[in-house]
Structure formats: structure tokens, C-alpha cells
């Protein structure tokens, strides 16, 4: 799935009364020496996170709009909220009158630092929370602001904060550990691994702040943000010791305090000593007042200002990807076994969903958020099923046009045998995250619905079946997934692909496929990414076709300098529906693939579902798996 | 062609008492209030030119290495040069013992940085001359050094020009103007196109530093660098003026002087006002010193240290593209109509050398040298010929495999009828500038030759074949070069394109087509670029098929959000050798596109040829473009 979030409350919230106190907040001496004259509310949490808890919904709260991408800001006069060409239309109806939406991208809308500098009284100070900014960020808009005559202040307690009198607390959901039989490594494995990572980096600190990062890292897992099973917590690593920064309440139960080895004897450099979540900043100020200055610390350039600022400049090593991040892209045997168990049991769950959409769409009852709710029953019917990996985009028509559409009642659309209908979900597993879609039609698809669904098929094998050097990065094969579009004038405005974790988050770095990124890493065997090209026709239908494919190690004719080759072998096994394909527009090899993918996907999951005696699945799959010619 | 520098001279240069000289100079208190302890020669001259004046070959000079790129570091005890991967060999059979090859891109190979820190003593003054050195370098270099307690002084004269008696004078050969039937657009229309970017952009002056984009500006050419048609000047425009620096004697020619309305009458912000090239410094200073504090001044961020310098930070807004050189990279119908004719003559010369070749061959008589020698007599032939747009790469079996390889004495080998002959060449004529690559055998190739020539050739029409929105970037297209070299296994190590000027470098920017830019600007209708994917198996033979290709409007089945499409037109019209085809790995459309193109080579460079009675050219361009079934 590509990335978004939209939710169902379309009328505007009524804001007058909070930004008044919030702008009461802005002059009250209880939280700087001098008051503040705009104060910034950015979308993210203190981890930098994709998706984020209802208690860090900050910029929703005090705007309405509850798009996953928007910054606010708030002066004694105006307010104002910047979100990209995805949210023009959800923001509009989302936000008052008080606040002005700010169209990124546009020609006429100013950037925030541009528009602070035109409204702003000379010498005006700026506040931010330092813990919801990037580092790189906070540079940026401090430099633009300095440059014009004003500041950016950091501001310790949140403003928002202040005047949300109920907001949540922040989650803290029971963990649950994951033995060898999942992780395929111990986490003294993964601290040795990444302690040998920083002698060679000649660096004796490191910072971690991702929240998939450290969960990875202990093989722990929470519930603390939905779809992304991870908790909050930092962790900071040394050469002889290991911080964790956590809810302490949350390691109380015996048999995590024995995986973590919070009680029994171990070298003292494989101790871990566990710290409130909060003493992280104390903490780090600590190690840093001690450090020697030959001491270097890596942190993500992505961490937030506050934990970035408390390490002196000279010991910081900002890095746009950290060992953790690298070393979690490239899957061991164990979790590849897992992630291919988890996408046997979601194609399961998926094939009977298509049998039953076929039984019942005729009787005119299924609608999009139905459809969506069985396809979660059917996966919570699989085994080891946590929940969905990220909401389930289920769309009829013109729907599916919508990149990033989420099925609400007031637009939500009966499946017919007249529209294509395209489904984008996943799901999370003991054992493995999944993430597929799939575009069929249930009665016959109009020859131009089957022209695009072919050109994006053939940018999907393009992609599936490439051949290339080791060393490549992603983003080169961005381009393989378009050509069939562009040499008819067609296109698709995201990117092809994205790292996919194991049990972890369904977004992950550092390599992807799109031609947005240029700092990707290469593609590596063991990496595990999306391949999904789509074609959308606005106000009539949508396509997209995205399977999970591991990077295997390819064995072509020659072997060029010795660098050896990689391909991609699919982990998602649901049938690609020949109904919708113009097969004439298709190579022989074109042909060979779909056919292959099709044997194998009869195979494996034909045997699964047998196993669980589904039979309509099994008939349904057995159906859409012949042969084209 | 891709990009290089190599000479004959191959036996190393005897360094020991210039290094003396050089290091008692690092001492010498006429250049600095204190010593310096190392001494950075870049390879650049005062432009960032891609090649150089004799007078400006100071690396060279100094430790006798002459290839294109490199970095010579000079402290009181040691004597470093840091070259890539190209010149290994070159560079080790050029420098004597004095001097330390440091090799890039091997993983051992300490940066300049890291090399200084780790010898120099603390505190230690590390001097450049910073006209040399570009303003990004210096600011990265300076930081490192910085951090680690030394730091990077501006040496104002150059050392090394105080050690070198002989040093040639800056050339300053006779310029030529080009008339509206060339340029298709006068000087005074450019300066206006400037004027408008820089009202635009909210910028009041714009400083010209690269010496093809003043050249292309004053609709002027010059001879100061070999292989391009350049001058050195500099250029400063404002709103109202418009300044020129250059050798003043340069311009006492009358049509020269009537060319840029020197003593003619003339709107006053129309009116070039000529300064020697050395005052460009004070000028620029005087410029900023009156500088109201709104000014911003442009300056490319290539530009050198010292004249960026000059404009306080402030006032300073460095750009990765100059409007210039956005503007020249377009070219217009009249540019266009040259660069056509140029090429008809450039493919007449081509055929009838092949055809000489064929005759030649059997006698055992031509050399690579005298293969080189007779493109060039039979291109000076043509009608408006000044001279080589680069050295021709002309080499015959394993030599092909050397990417920039070039001729030597003692490297020649003879023509025959076993070995893969390969030629890189290009001319400069007064109407436009060619660079065309043709791999060919006169004998029988191998099975093996032709299935590499035919991957090569399907990634050349992979690329000029491809269509592609308005907005893409040229890197983006790379991959395409490259994918039926990378089903088999194999890949080349060079970028597949880069900008071509009009009668101007045979290198420009900003576009291009490599896997190594993503800084690159959108490919537009009007842009030129090569096409040159290629195979090299080393101690065995190269392959790189090239055309010159023009960015042309597409008109494909259907125009997604109206954006609009582009292809390619080849320019380069020289037949591709059939014979080293193995044309059964061609699909059919592949096919088609070669058939069309030697039916297009035989229509306009038949007609040349026959129009000038070469009979042997036109004989050969009939049996080269027969079709393939």
C-alpha cells in the first residue's frame, strides 16, 4: 500500500475557544521568560513516527484535520496549516473558518518559514516542541528565521498539551517477546552485531530513537500505535553498556524480565539497565558530560532536536540511516521463513474472500466497508493473527481513483458486477507483516479498464522479474514499472515500492523502489520491498497491482566483474486476475510469468487452503489459476 | 564520448627539486604572515572548466601525472596525489617516488581530510589557492580541517606559479561572433531572457563564471582551450549593466566591436562595458560594497571560492543550474537546424572513413593513430569544420576495453581483420558540435562480440526509442540502457548520456543520462544529449554504440493529466554495422526501429554524399543500410 490516513468526522471542528487559549498559552509567563509570537505544531511524534498515538494528535486537535501529513502554525492573529495535494479536500472540510489551508505545492502558497517571515512583527520569537521536530528540520526554519531578524525557541513544555484538557495518555500496551523460533537472533546477537558496527564507525555511543528500530532490536513487540506493533522507548548502546528507556511498569511480567535477563546473572556488558522513559534526555546529558572528546555518538539525522541538541556538536554523528535500520532491512532465514508463512495464511485468507465477494456481490449487499470487514475476519481467522497491518483501502469505481481512499459511510460504494473494484490491505502476524492488492472486475471489464490493467501488469513483472547488479539501488528500477504506461501517455503519480518489516512496521527503510529517493540503500538478498504500480483514472476506476517480494540472489548467463545479480521472488501468492488482462498486449515472456506465478500460487496456497478445508477458496483458486494461452 | 584526459609521456617525471622549491615557497613570508604546513593543488582552472589551458595544469606541473582529474597535497614531509579508478596506471607510470598514489574508491584510501588530520601537526595552516578551488569544496574542506584544531587559509598567489619558471602565458586567442543564422537569437534578446529570470528569481545581479555560458551569452567563441570554443572571461549582469571581463586586446577587431555595440549608440542598460579579466575581484567588490541589503546576487555553486567569496553571505544565493546554463541547454530551431547540418557532414565524413577502412584494412597499413588522423583530414574537409571536439578514442581489440583510451605510440595497434575496431569521435563546426561512437569488425565478429554489441544496441534503443512524461529527468532513463546487459549478467561503468552544446563544450549541463545525477534537470523538447551505453571485457574488446539525440515531443495514444510526452530524435546518422548484430535476440520491434534508422541514414547522408561525389562514402551507406529481415 502507498501511505495516508483519513478518517470519518467531515465537518469542521469548532476551534475559536482553543486557539484562544492556546494563544493565552503563547504569552504566559509560566512557560518562557518573554511570550512566544507563533508557535509551530507539527504532525509527528517524538520518534519521528509514520503513524502516531491519539495522545501525540497534536496538529488534529487543534485544527480538525486528521490527515497523517500537515504542520500548523499559530500567530497572535492568524492560523494557518500546510498539507499536500492528497488532504486539499479533507482539510477543507475538516478546519473552521479560523484557520487558512495552506496547498503545498502550489505556485501562490508560501512555505511556513516564508510566510512566518511576511506576517511575523520584526524580531518576533518562534516556539517549537523540540521533541516533535526533526533535527534537520528545526535547522532549516532556524536559519530562515535568523536570516530575517527572528528565532526559533525551543519550548519545553507542549503548548497543545496545555490547553487539551482530555487528551489520552500515552499508550502503554503489554509487550510480548519473540524467541528464536521468529527472530532467528538473540538480541545479544543484534547489540554484538551493531557493537561491532561502531568499533568499525571508530564511534562509542549510539542513540536509537526509532520505535521499529529498538523493537527490532530486543525482539519486543507492542501495541502502542495501531497497525505498528512497537512501544515507546529509546535505547542508547554502548561499548559496555545498554540503556533502555520504557515504561518501567511495562517489565514487570517475569517471563519478559527473563528474555531482557533483568534478573539473572550476564556479563556486565550484556546487562540492560532500564530507565524511566522520560530520564532519556538526563541520561544522555549524563554520558555526554562524561565523554571523553575523542567520544563520537551516532544518532539518526531524523531524531527529534531535543535528544540531537543535548549531544555537543562535536561528538554528534548525525547518520540518514542508523546500523539498526540497515541491519532489520536484511532478513535472516528465520524471518523469511516466517514472512512466507504469514503470506501462505493472508493469500488463504484473501482467496476465500474473492469466493465469497463472487457468491454475494450479485444479492447487491456487499459494500466497500463490508468487504473490508470480512477480509479482516478471514485473516483473524489465520493463526498467529495480531491485526491489519494499516487500514484496508476498499474501493468501488471512482473510489478507486482515490490513491489513498479509506472507505467512510457517507462514501461508501456497493460492490457491482459494473465496477472494477480494487483492494489494498494487510495484515500483521506473529510470523510476518503482508501487504497486497488486488484489482478485479466480477462482471467484464471495458476493453480500456483491460488496456491499463495490462500496461500496469507488465510494469509490475518488469519490476518482479528484473535481473540486476549487486550494488543497485532501488529507486533505478523505479522506471521498469512505467515504461508500458508511458509509451502509451500514461503514468502514476507514488512511488513503485517500499521495505516492508517482519512483524514490524509495513512502511520501513532504507530501500525502496521510487523514483522520489536518491539516498536509498542498495538492494541487498534478504531485503523485502513492494512492487505495486497502479494506473488511476480520475471519477472512474483505479488499478493497482502490489505484491511482497524478497531479493534472492539471480544466477544469469555471465557474471560481470564478479559482482553477482539479484532478482525478486514474489511472497505474496494471490491470483492476478487474467479476466482483466488484454493478453494480446502481453509478451511470450510475459505470458511465462503470469503463468509461472500462477502454477506456483496454485500450488502452495491450493495446498494450504486444502489444509484448512476451505473449499470455496481452493475452487475459487484452482479457477484463476489456468493457464493463459 | 564519456570523459578522460591521458598523454604519452609515460615515464614518471623527476619531482625532487620542485618539491623543494614548492615547500621553501610554503615558508616564504612574502605570501603569508605564517608557514603553512601543506599545500592542496587542485586540478581545476579559475572556471571549473571539464578541460584546461596549458597555463593551468598546475597538478600536472607539479607532480607530472596529466590526467583529467586529480588532487595533488603537498605537506613539508610527504606528497600525496588522489586519483580514481581510471588512472591507476596512468598515474603510477607518471609521478617517481616523491609521491604517494592514493587511490579512490578503495576502501583503505584515506580522504584528503582524513589524510591531512592524521599527519599534520596540531594547529597546523593548511593553504589552497582559492581561485582554484570551487566554493563547495573549500567549505567542506574547511569544515573538516576546522574540527579537528587546523584550518584552510586562501593563499592568494599561487605557489605552484612561483615555482614555474616556464609556465605558459593564458591564452587568449582571436574570438569569432556568431551571426543570428548560427545563434538564432541575438545577445541583446539573452541578456533581456536573463533579466527576466533574475526579476523572477528577485535577484539583482548574476555573476557568470563558466566560460561556455559566456561564450553562449555574447553569442562569441574563442580557442583558448582545446577541443572547445571557449574564452576566458567573466560576466557580471545587472538590472542595468552589463559588465565583461576578458583581455582587453581582444576586442579592438571593428566588426568584433560593432558585434557587441561597443562604440555604437545604444540603450544604456543595453551597453556592454568591457574590464580587463584580473579586475573582475574589485569590481565584484565595488558591486556589493554598494549593495542596498535587499540585493541578491547568483552565482553558480561551482564557482570558485574566491569570487563567491567576495559577495557577503548575505547577498549570496549559490545555484546548483544558472539560468545560462538552463537556457543554453535549450536550443532553439535555428540552434537546431545547425546541429542537424552538422551532423549530415559529421556521418558524410564517417561513411567515407569506414569506407577508406574497409579498402585500407587488408594492406595491414592503418594504425589506430593514423585511423584517428584520417576521421579527422576527412571532417576537415567539410564545409565549416574549426576542429575536434575531443581526442578521438580510437582503439582496436583489448585497447576498446580501456574506457578512455587514446592513442599512443606506444600503445598502437594495427587495424585488422580479427579485432573489434572501436571509434569515439566528434569535430566542431561553426554551425554545431558532434560525438558519435561505432563499434565495428572488418572481419568475422565472434558469437560472443555480437551478442554484447546486441545487448549494447538494445539498450541504445531501450533509450532513444523510450517515452517519457514532460518532467522527467534524464536519470531516470539509465536503467533502460542497461537492462538487457543486466538479464545476462553483465553492465558497463559509465553514465549512458550527457548534455551536448551547439558549437560548444561536448560536455554540458544540467541534464544528462546516469544513474550517478538525481540533481539533474527535467529533459525538455529542444535538449541534446548522447546515447552511449557500452561493454567492455577487459584484455578482450570494447563496445559503445553512440548517437547524438535530440529531446522531441511524443504523441502517444493517450495524454495523462495533459502532461504531455517526449522521445528522442537521433541527430547522429551513421549506420550501425549489421554484421555484429545477432539479430535473433532483437525483438520485432527492435528490429523496426534499426530498419527505420539506416532508411533515414541512407535518404540524408546519401543525398550528402552524392551531392559531394563521394562515391566510395555513398557505396558503403547503401550495403550498411540494408535491411534486416
Not at 11 to 22: A, D, F, V
Not at 98 to 114: A, Y
Not at 170 to 186: D, E, H, I, V
Not at 493 to 522: M, Q, R, W
Request: aromatic share 10%; net charge negative.
Amino acid at each position: 500500500m502507498t501511505s495516508q490516513k483519513s478518517d470519518s468526522a467531515m465537518s469542521p471542528k469548532i476551534t475559536g475557544e482553543l486557539l484562544r487559549q492556546l494563544r493565552q498559552a503563547m504569552k504566559n509567563s509560566k512557560y518562557f521568560s518573554e511570550p512566544i509570537q507563533a508557535y509551530i505544531v507539527p504532525s509527528g511524534d517524538a520518534h519521528q513516527s509514520e503513524y502516531i498515538a491519539p495522545s501525540d494528535c497534536r496538529r488534529e486537535f487543534i485544527c480538525g484535520f486528521n490527515g497523517s501529513a500537515g504542520t500548523a502554525i499559530v500567530t497572535e492573529q492568524h492560523a494557518a496549516m500546510w498539507t499536500d495535494g492528497r488532504y486539499f479536500l479533507q482539510a477543507s472540510q475538516q478546519m473552521d473558518n479560523n484557520w487558512s489551508l495552506m496547498k503545498m505545492g502550489l505556485k501562490e502558497t508560501p512555505s511556513q518559514e516564508d510566510w512566518l517571515i511576511s506576517i511575523l512583527p520584526e524580531n518576533s520569537k518562534v516556539g517549537v516542541d523540540p521533541w516533535i521536530i526533526a533535527a534537520d528540520q528545526w535547522k532549516n526554519m532556524s536559519r530562515a528565521l535568523t536570516s530575517a531578524g527572528h528565532s526559533l525557541v525551543a519550548v519545553q513544555d507542549n503548548l497543545i498539551d496545555a490547553v487539551w484538557t482530555d487528551r489520552p495518555e500515552r499508550p502503554s500496551t503489554q509487550l510480548r517477546y519473540l524467541g528464536l523460533n521468529y527472530t532467528g537472533m538473540s538480541w545479544q546477537e543484534k547489540i554484538s552485531a551493531l557493537r561491532a558496527k561502531m568499533t568499525k564507525g571508530k564511534v562509542t555511543w549510539f542513540v536509537a530513537t526509532a520505535l521499529d528500530e529498538i523493537a527490532w532490536l530486543f525482539n519486543l513487540r507492542g501495541a502502542d500505535i495501531e497497525y505498528n506493533p512497537v512501544f515507546f522507548a529509546y535505547a542508547i548502546v554502548g561499548m559496555n553498556t545498554i540503556r533502555l528507556f520504557v515504561d518501567l511498569k511495562r517489565l514487570s511480567v517475569p517471563a519478559l524480565r527473563d528474555h531482557l535477563q533483568l534478573d539473572s546473572p550476564c556479563k556486565p556488558e550484556m546487562r540492560v539497565h532500564a530507565y524511566p522513559y522520560e530520564s532519556v534526555y538526563s541520561e544522555l546529558q549524563a554520558i555526554c558530560a562524561a565523554h571523553s572528546p575523542k567520544d563520537k555518538v551516532w544518532i539518526s539525522d531524523k531524531a527529534s532536536c531535543a535528544l540531537t541538541q543535548v549531544i555537543p556538536k562535536i561528538h554528534r554523528t548525525p547518520i540518514p540511516y542508523t546500523p539498526l535500520c540497515l541491519a532489520k532491512a536484511v532478513k535472516n532465514a528465520t524471518e523469511i521463513q516466517g514472512m512466507k508463512m504469514a503470506h501462505i495464511k493472508d493469500a488463504a485468507a484473501l482467496c476465500e474472500l474473492f469466493a465469497w465477494l463472487e457468491k454475494e456481490i450479485p444479492k447487491a449487499t456487499v459494500t466497500e466497508i463490508s468487504a473490508a470487514d470480512k477480509a479482516e475476519e478471514l485473516r483473524s481467522q489465520q493463526k498467529d493473527f495480531v491485526g491489519l497491518s494499516f487500514p484496508t483501502i476498499s474501493s468501488v469505481g471512482p473510489n478507486g481513483a482515490i490513491i489513498h481512499y479509506r472507505p467512510l459511510p457517507e462514501t461508501n460504494r456497493t460492490l457491482s458486477l459494473n465496477e472494477v473494484y480494487l483492494i489494498d490491505s494487510g495484515a500483521q502476524y506473529v510470523d510476518g507483516t503482508t501487504d497486497v492488492t488486488r484489482t478485479v472486475h466480477f462482471g467484464t471489464p471495458s476493453a480500456y479498464e483491460k488496456e491499463c490493467f495490462t500496461y500496469v501488469l507488465k510494469g509490475h513483472i518488469a519490476v518482479s522479474a528484473a535481473v540486476f547488479p549487486n550494488g543497485t539501488k532501488g529507486h533505478l528500477l523505479d522506471s521498469f514499472a512505467r515504461a508500458a504506461l508511458w509509451e502509451s501517455g500514461l503514468d502514476y503519480l507514488h512511488g513503485t515500492g517500499h521495505g516492508v518489516g517482519c512483524f514490524l512496521n509495513v512502511h520501513e527503510g532504507p530501500c525502496g523502489i521510487s523514483y522520489k529517493t536518491f539516498a536509498d540503500e542498495p538492494l541487498e538478498a534478504g531485503m523485502i520491498v513492494s512492487d505495486e504500480p497502479g494506473y488511476y483514472e480520475d471519477g472512474a476506476f483505479g488499478i493497482r497491482i502490489e505484491n511482497v517480494v524478497l531479493v534472492v540472489p539471480a544466477k544469469p548467463k555471465y557474471n560481470y566483474r564478479n559482482r553477482g545479480s539479484l532478482t525478486f521472488e514474489p511472497l505474496t501468492l494471490v491470483p492476478i486476475q487474467v479476466k482483466m488482462m488484454n493478453t494480446e498486449l502481453l509478451t511470450q515472456k510475459e505470458r511465462d510469468w503470469v503463468n509461472e506465478y500462477h502454477r506456483i500460487c496454485r500450488e502452495v496456497i491450493g495446498a494450504e487452503l486444502e489444509r484448512q478445508g476451505r473449499k470455496g477458496g481452493l475452487e475459487w483458486l484452482i479457477r484463476e489459476t489456468q493457464p493463459i494461452a
